[in-house]
């Protein structure tokens, strides 16, 4: 295996993982702002008070994306699967 393969296949894997985990971090990201914004504005300074919304909503956005999520990782292992023999020789 090339100095290059080995490049490229990291680089796919890192932009795979990207791909995947965006729609997740997102989600909870903007869960978190707008619990931060709420508790500003009515100062509650529970920090607990995060916790169960983002929870819920990473729970409700692997449930909507988890199907997807899976047929991009198994597209993925499957190309990695069928490159073997062009790595190896």
Known sequence: ?????????????VLQIL?????ILIIAMAVGLI??????????QEQTLTFVPK??????????FGPWMASLLVAFTESLF????????
């Open 55 to 64: 929870i819920a909503a990473i729970l409700l956005a692997l449930f909507l």
């Open 82 to 89: 069928a490159q073997i023999p062009a790595i190896v020789r």
């Open 35 to 44: 619990i931060s914004i709420l508790q500003a504005t009515t100062s509650i």
């Open 1 to 13: 295996m090339s100095l290059g393969t080995a490049i490229q296949l990291a680089r796919s894997s």
């Open 19 to 23: 791909i995947i985990a965006s729609p």
